[in-house]
């Protein structure tokens, strides 16, 4: 089937270690910010968001981290498991239901 | 499901014809969105809908694209006269008022 980002930056990362995927936002005006998750032949899968009055937030397995200062977006997945395996975007967003605007992705390899 | 639902998974049509892709959002959300997503490449926005304010139409790439929301719920994505470079995966995503947006499983439409 089709894949998703075939040409991608990819991270490999041994299953059990923590994965960090990174992403820089463009506009400094954002205040909204989402992770999604992409597996191939499905639609994006939402992880985690955060707003910019935070710089972290924690949910299962992952962590979202915002420095606004260098608009850097980070997530952080703990004990990376074969079905971490996916695309990662980031998104960005303006005061509310603005179109979100979506980073190119990262493609994260588990090693078994 | 409560999730958001489109139809068909996979269209095949033949240069020059119409098509019509179909979404249904999460039941409550008042934003539904429109993405297309090529082959190697992130999502690109095609067109908002909020409430019943006027649609942002700001990413449809030519007239030949066209979207309705009927009753705030059910959304309809026409393409005219399909061109071999409209093919790619069309996602739907529709939000609260504030909040993720929720993808569906998107819809593989291939223009041959």
């Known amino acids: 089937g089709e894949s998703v980002g075939l040409h991608l930056p990819t991270l490999s990362v041994q299953e059990g270690d923590n994965s960090i995927i990174n992403c820089a936002y463009s506009n400094s005006a954002s205040d909204y910010f989402i992770w999604y998750k992409q597996e191939s032949g499905k639609g994006p899968q939402f992880i985690i968001d955060i707003r910019s009055n935070m710089d972290k937030r924690q949910g299962q397995r992952v962590t979202v981290l915002l420095n606004k200062t260098v608009k850097h977006l980070s997530l952080q997945i703990a004990a990376t498991q074969p079905g971490d395996s996916a695309v990662y975007f980031c998104a960005e967003d303006t005061s509310g239901n603005t179109p979100l605007v979506f980073g190119k992705g990262t493609r994260l390899s588990v090693i078994a | 499901g409560a999730g958001v639902s489109q139809s068909p998974s996979n269209k095949v049509t033949e240069k020059g014809k119409d098509v019509e892709l179909r979404c249904d959002p999460i039941s409550g959300h008042t934003a539904l969105y429109w993405y297309r997503q090529s082959l190697g490449q992130g999502l690109e926005f095609l067109i908002y809908?909020?409430?019943?304010?006027?649609?942002?139409k700001s990413g449809l790439p030519s007239d030949r694209f066209s979207a309705e929301r009927t009753g705030g719920s059910v959304s309809t994505l026409t393409i005219q006269r399909t061109q071999q470079e409209d093919s790619a995966v069309y996602l739907c995503?529709?939000?609260?008022?504030?909040?993720?947006?929720?993808f569906g499983p998107g819809t593989r439409l291939t223009v041959t």
């Open positions: 809908f909020q409430g019943n304010s006027a649609p942002d």
């Open positions: 995503a529709s939000s609260l008022a504030a909040g993720g947006r929720y």
